[in-house]
């Protein structure tokens, strides 16, 4: 009996490091957000730090694609309620549209600092 306080506090300690841990993971996920709804994507320009990730939400009956002009990143056809998100790690400015709907336009700027 003696060796079950260590073991007690050791799975309470780990317990209390995953929590803390994907706590952390939610905060870091939780960026920038463009939603794409009625053909259009919510934000047609949006300003950013570099490092920062952008996620699409897509909210439209049809399917939309993320896609940069210089062929930076590209996402995959995203039906209704899915997500695509990229991380800048450089600054500039970063044109895409929606390869099925290419009027369908945006831009983010990738600023360095803070």
């Given at each position: 009996m003696?060796?079950?306080?260590?073991?007690l506090?050791?799975?309470?300690?780990?317990?209390?490091?995953?929590?803390?841990s994907?706590?952390?993971?939610?905060?870091?996920?939780?960026g920038?957000?463009?939603e794409?709804?009625?053909?259009?994507?919510?934000?047609?320009?949006?300003?950013?730090?570099?490092?920062?990730?952008?996620?699409?939400?897509?909210?439209?009956d049809?399917?939309?694609?993320?896609t940069?002009?210089?062929?930076?990143?590209?996402?995959?056809?995203?039906?209704?309620d899915?997500?695509?998100?990229?991380t800048?790690?450089r600054?500039?400015?970063?044109?895409?549209?929606?390869?099925?709907?290419?009027?369908?336009?945006?831009?983010?700027?990738?600023?360095?600092?803070s």
């Amino acid at each position: 009996m003696g060796t079950s306080k260590p073991i007690l506090t050791t799975i309470v300690t780990m317990a209390a490091l995953l929590l803390v841990s994907s706590v952390g993971a939610a905060a870091e996920s939780a960026g920038p957000r463009v939603e794409i709804k009625a053909h259009g994507f919510g934000v047609p320009e949006l300003t950013v730090p570099v490092g920062t990730t952008v996620t699409w939400i897509n909210h439209d009956d049809d399917p939309h694609t993320v896609t940069s002009t210089n062929n930076v990143f590209r996402s995959p056809g995203l039906d209704t309620d899915e997500t695509w998100a990229f991380t800048f790690t450089r600054p500039g400015t970063y044109p895409y549209y929606c390869t099925l709907h290419p009027l369908m336009t945006g831009t983010v700027i990738v600023r360095s600092g803070s």
